[in-house]
């Protein structure tokens, strides 16, 4: 026996002692058996009689069984590298509910009175507005005094584990207008826009009778978006709620903001960033089937029977996506408004980097070829 059959040999008694241990934990389905059990015998074998080796392999037109080997290494290797992606991609997950629940549980039982003795005298008061906060103590205040001076009292803020001084800023706010309902939900540590949004869904999803709402708004907190939009939401809603009183199924269940519909008004976008955005349109329609002119939008009104059917599960901006998703699959009606955005020096450098944006497609296909 040569040195490198010994090794051979001695890395297939490994590979099954692994299985072993594996099966031992009840950690092994039939493939890993088939993979583990039948994979470290034939290396045995191979390692005893290499020329066994070779015919085997010349059955299925190779020449040199070294060869296939190291095709079905590569093969097994993307396998594992992901199924340990899934396990992990699943560990986030658990780890973001649980400091989603963590947050809202906290706020409901040491507050929930805010709610409960609250009573609605507006329009405006069927309106919520969730913004996940994360490192923008510069800009996030004035976004609120924007929302307070459009007339909007009720605001679910999620505080996505800032490292600056946002939460001190969120909590002076909430001191400033007293008589807003401005719930400020805290993340012990950043799990992401997505994971932020996913805690202000749950809550207005659990709590939005008690809230005492008709339609939820997404909004970001870095000054891009412009609160006066709301009127031309409103405008569209009033509209179709009359247009079809007597008809409710065909009523709307969303409106998606747009940046590329005729009246839009977009301040400052850097061309590559739209060029990104008409490929991610593509993408969209290509693998979710959702004919949406904007699809990485964040301003969103909501009704509440809706925003219940969402389901988000990515902590990232992945999440946008998974709406996407859920709007084609869910066959849910939907209208796109026009809308005036500003792009300031500042939000560019704050939310996402147009690199960024291939990490964000590499999270898709994942997602979407082989997540389970």
Partial sequence: MSLLQFIILISAVVFVLFWLDLYKRKKMNVLHFFVFFVGGAMIVAFALNQELLNQFWRFFGIARGADLLVYVSLILLFYFYIDILNKHTKDKFQLTRLISQGAINAWYSQNKDQITHRHTTDERDDFVFNIRVYNEEKA?????????????????????????????????????????????????????????????????????????????????????????????????????????????????????????????????????????????KLVTRIFYGANISDPHNGYRVISLPTLRKFVI?????????????????????????????????????????????????????YKKLFFK
Avoid: C
């Avoid at 007339?151 to 939460?167: C, I, Q, W, Y």
């Avoid at 079809?244 to 301040?267: I, M, N, Q, T």
């Fill in 140 to 280: 996030v205040g004035a976004v609120i005094d924007e929302i307070v001076d459009a007339g909007f009292r009720k605001l679910v803020l999620v505080n996505d584990g800032s490292s600056d001084n946002t939460l001190q800023v969120l909590q002076d706010k909430k001191k400033q207008y007293p008589d807003m309902l401005m719930i400020i939900l805290d993340h012990t540590i950043n799990r992401g826009g997505g994971a932020a949004n996913q805690t202000g869904y749950n809550f207005i999803k659990k709590y939005g009778d008690e809230l005492k709402i008709k339609w939820f708004v997404g909004f970001d907190s870095d000054g891009q978006m412009n609160v006066k939009d709301m009127e031309t939401f409103m405008k569209h809603i009033h509209a179709d709620q009359k247009l079809w009183s007597d008809a409710e199924h065909k009523k709307p269940d969303l409106y998606l903001w747009s940046r590329f519909l005729k009246g839009s008004k977009v301040d400052n976008m850097p061309e590559l960033r739209k060029m990104i955005l008409w490929i991610a």
């Fill in 313 to 365: 599960t990515a902590d990232g901006m992945h999440y946008a996506n998974e709406v996407n998703e859920q709007i084609k699959r869910n066959h849910m009606r939907y209208i796109e408004i026009p809308v005036h955005i500003r792009y300031t020096e500042y939000s560019l450098k704050k939310w996402q980097k147009n690199s960024n944006s291939l990490k964000l497609a590499a999270e898709m296909i």
